[in-house]
């Protein structure tokens, strides 16, 4: 590659490669309102309910800030941890830059569908389709490294794209700076930058793979990364065994290999899958009836690589929504040349009534619109766990709070999981609780206890919720319960009727213990 490139489009590689219709016209305004009222929607429901038990997870993982986690890069807790400074109890302010992140991923959609050539239509259908679909809503609902990760797909997504259709190759430089910073907050974004890479391979342009700018762009990536590489190395990649549990069932979110495709379907909408089912059919090279774009063909063969993957791998549906935003502004031109030709009105209103339909039907399944006290008997819980999730936990840390005194002075109070312990160590300090303890994840390095008696016998004592009551007293001689927790709204969730155990006459000291309290999922 010559040493004379610059910044400036690169001249064009054939008639198919770079070819845009004439129509195309630019509607920025209308994407940046369009994003502002997904933001706005979220923001508006984003207080209601409650805390989701990783927002309480990434809350109290920032105040133990480290270049990594069992579970996850430093980035996220880190964000928890700014926005918990400016402000501590709110939960619209917590929230706030996932729903900052739906807005600008719907305007970079639309964004997308213009450089592959969409017009106006075009770029407002593929933005309107990504902004109604139900994995945006959810994953972009609560603070999470998916909802970073959403918006690191897709901006990587973007730039490529410009990349392929004509741009200067150095842009891969930035492309490595924006992977390094997602390798910060998850490590799954580096599936689709291997898929992507797999995909030029396959389907081209193969030149890009000659260039050095990406492979410049590549290890600044890694650089980037390495931090959070070395962590885990030090302390034995718990990465990479939290991501085998996970692939074995260990997560509550798991699903069977054989529901990936099915939750895929209904997760970003079924009435908006001819959108983008038609937009990967055009990146593999239909042609819909409009020229041909071979040029943006790795993308179709990165999702459907990445498909089989995380099918084979046991992934969760939610992994692949990242790759969205290219697939509808891929589909949005077709659709559009669609709606143009037969019966038009008739066709402009089923395509209005999917978008409309789909938001209406997502935003009732994804974000907290119905009142608390339905939710029980709603299909909601079905399709939407995580709603769940959200509700109960002031009255969980009350409930635990009565039996802490209740109990012998300086008891642990020990949690199963990290949503529990994260929830004590929020909402407890107003009921003069102790930090709690658990063993699930990065609160297994944050402890143990202190050993009260160095020889063991009957002097430690704890509050357990969430653990086995047969291996609270391999650890205790005695364990009674004591309290049971009740949300208050008869909602099945993960907590709804745990026991709070007391424990007493602790057999071992707690450091003997901790090995055997410690667990990843």
Not at 284 to 295: I, M, N, S, T, V
Request: charged share 15%.
């Amino acid at each position: 590659m010559s040493h004379t490139e610059s910044f400036k489009t690169q001249p064009p590689r054939g008639p198919e490669m770079i070819s845009r219709p004439s129509h195309t016209r630019s509607s920025s305004g209308t994407l940046l309102a369009l994003g502002a009222l997904t933001t706005a929607l979220l923001a508006a429901f984003s207080s209601r309910y409650g805390y989701h038990r990783d927002e309480l997870y990434f809350l109290a993982s920032g105040q133990h800030p480290a270049w990594g986690y069992p579970d996850q890069p430093p980035l996220t807790p880190l964000l928890a941890r700014a926005i918990s400074w400016i402000a501590p109890d709110s939960l619209t302010v917590l929230r706030l830059p996932s729903a900052i992140i739906a807005g600008i991923v719907v305007v970079l959609t639309g964004l997308i569908a213009r450089t592959i050539g969409a017009g106006r239509a075009g770029q407002l259908l593929a933005a309107c389709c990504m902004g109604a679909a139900g994995g945006t809503l959810a994953i972009t609902h609560t603070l999470g490294t998916s909802a970073l990760d959403l918006l690191c797909w897709t901006v990587l997504g973007y730039l490529v794209v410009r990349i392929l259709a004509g741009a200067d190759s150095r842009w891969w430089l930035v492309v490595g700076v924006v992977l390094g910073v997602a390798l910060e907050n998850k490590w799954l974004v580096g599936f689709f930058a291997v898929a992507v890479l797999a995909g030029l391979a396959i389907a081209g342009p193969r030149e890009s793979l000659r260039s050095r700018w990406l492979w410049v762009g590549a290890l600044i990536a890694v650089l980037l990364w390495l931090p959070n590489l070395l962590w885990q190395a030090q302390h034995g990649w718990p990465q990479l065994a939290l991501s085998r549990s996970i692939a074995d069932g260990g997560s509550t979110s798991s699903e069977p290999w054989y529901l990936f495709v099915p939750l895929e379907l209904v997760f970003m909408s079924p009435l908006l899958v001819p959108v983008w089912a038609a937009g990967l059919g055009r990146l593999f090279g239909a042609g819909l009836g409009l020229p041909r774009r071979r040029e943006f063909s790795a993308f179709g063969w990165a999702y459907v690589l990445l498909a089989v993957v995380f099918v084979v791998t046991g992934g969760k549906p939610y992994y692949l929504v990242g790759f969205y935003p290219v697939l509808f502004a891929a589909g949005a031109e077709p659709t559009v040349a669609w709606l143009q030709r037969g019966r038009t009105a008739a066709r402009r209103v089923a395509i209005t009534a999917a978008v409309v339909l789909s938001l209406l039907v997502d935003a009732v399944i994804s974000l907290p619109l119905l009142p608390v006290d339905t939710l029980s008997d709603s299909p909601v819980m079905a399709l939407n766990a995580d709603a769940g999730e959200t509700v109960g936990w002031p009255q969980f840390v009350d409930t635990v709070a009565a039996a802490y005194r209740a109990a012998p002075a300086g008891s642990v109070l020990l949690m199963g999981n990290y949503g529990e312990a994260g929830a004590v160590d929020h909402f407890g300090p107003a009921d003069h609780l102790p930090h709690a303890y658990s063993g699930h994840n990065a609160y297994g390095l944050w402890g143990p206890p202190g050993d009260r008696d160095a020889t063991g016998g009957a002097a430690g004592s704890a509050v357990a919720v969430g653990i086995d009551p047969d291996r609270l007293r391999q650890w205790f001689a005695t364990v009674q319960p004591v309290a049971t927790i009740d949300n208050g709204v008869g909602l099945d969730n993960e907590e709804q009727d745990e026991v709070v155990w007391l424990c007493t006459g602790q057999l071992l000291p707690w450091s003997r213990l901790w090995p055997q309290v410690q667990r990843l999922g």
